[in-house]
């Protein structure tokens, strides 16, 4: 049994029941579809492949739809409507390769298991509403969203940068106006800041830190994908076992949790906040991300308090506190 196998089987023990395989490219592993396939042995019901859908030709679709799985995702990145958006911060000819691989998706029936995530930045905030029409076009399962986390390769790149607030107001502006984007929206769509004008809890409030763990190849174990450091990591993974593994991240994320639970009310901006009642401090994995601790606000705090400030206003609740 490798390594990864036996980490499947512990997980799925555990009552673990879905998989995310990221990269690099996880289409360039050789060994991809004896791993699923021992997934699906151990009944574990939802596989989500994360691609740049470069390697996804016809032969790779159809070995992917003899799996005979409803519960496997192709998440497929797409950062902008047109090619000049999208290959800026993918490659020239990337944008390409993602449109061939859904026209390929769409005739082999599979489309309806493609996830298109798009990341958020000032440059191509604007083209969200066209993604939603791909989606419809395609028959897509949806569109995700996330801000982008100014780190890594996109630190080097210019244009890379987290859209401001008045990219996003404008974005709910047009929301707001135009039917058809928001019908597809309810249909395909998901981004923070569009639930938060519409008044759903953030994320935030569901923070899944613990439960949505990351495993890196060389056997370190995260609490979520964001809480990238080695202060929070149990190392040695595949020495351990997940599960012996998992009961050790247990005692060192539990203390992190309730430090993150009161940000709301140790953080100074936070305490001046109007808001703070539905934001409770932000995400900390975003905050360690971008600053390097969790006693921070986060790097979406400015335009996440004109966003509530936009829905309380539009209920009518800042108004009526005021009074
Ligand atoms: S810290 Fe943020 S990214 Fe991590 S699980 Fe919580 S909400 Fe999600
Ligand atoms: S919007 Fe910013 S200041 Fe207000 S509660 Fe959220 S993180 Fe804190």
Redesign the pocket.
């Known amino acids: 049994m490798s390594q990864l196998e036996q980490v499947f089987e512990q997980f799925a023990i555990m009552g673990g029941n879905h998989i995310r395989l990221t990269g690099g490219e996880p289409l360039l592993n050789p060994s991809l579809f004896e791993i699923i396939r021992y997934a699906i042995s151990i009944k574990i019901a939802s596989i989500t492949i994360q691609t740049n859908a470069v390697l996804l030709d016809r032969e790779m679709i159809l070995k992917l739809r003899q799996l005979d799985l409803p519960g496997l995702k192709l998440q497929i990145s797409l950062d902008g409507a047109n090619p000049e958006s999208h290959d800026y911060v993918r490659g020239q000819g990337s944008y390409h390769a993602v449109t061939a691989a859904l026209d390929l998706l769409f005739q082999e029936h599979m489309s309806g298991q493609v996830i298109v995530h798009f990341t958020e930045m000032q440059h191509n905030l604007s083209e969200f509403p066209e993604l939603l029409e791909l989606a419809e076009k395609y028959r897509l399962a949806g569109v995700s969203a996330g801000t982008l986390i100014t780190g890594g390769r996109a630190a080097g790149l210019e244009l890379c940068k987290v859209p401001d607030s008045y990219r996003y107001l404008e974005l709910i502006e047009n929301f707001r106006r135009d039917s058809s984007f928001r019908r597809r929206y309810v249909a395909f769509g998901n981004m923070d800041a569009l639930q938060w004008y519409l008044g759903e809890l953030p ?2 409030m569901h ?3 613990g439960r ?1 763990t990351y495993l890196t190849t060389d056997g370190r174990l995260y609490p ?1 994908v ?2 990238h450091c080695d202060l929070y990591a149990v190392n040695s993974v595949h020495e351990k076992g997940f599960l012996r593994a998992f009961q050790e991240g247990g005692e060192l994320w539990m203390p992190l949790l309730e430090s993150i639970r009161k940000r709301s009310v140790l953080l100074e901006k936070c305490l001046a906040c109007q808001v703070s009642a539905g934001c409770l401090g932000g ?4 905050a360690l991300a971008v600053y390097g601790t969790i006693w921070s606000t986060d790097d979406r705090c400015d335009y996440r308090q004109h966003i509530y400030r936009k829905h309380l206003i539009q209920k009518n609740y800042l108004n009526k506190t005021k009074r």
């Not at 995400?283 to 975003?286: E, I, K, L, V």
């Open positions: 994320v935030d923070c899944r830190l949505d979520c964001l809480c995400c900390a994995g975003r």
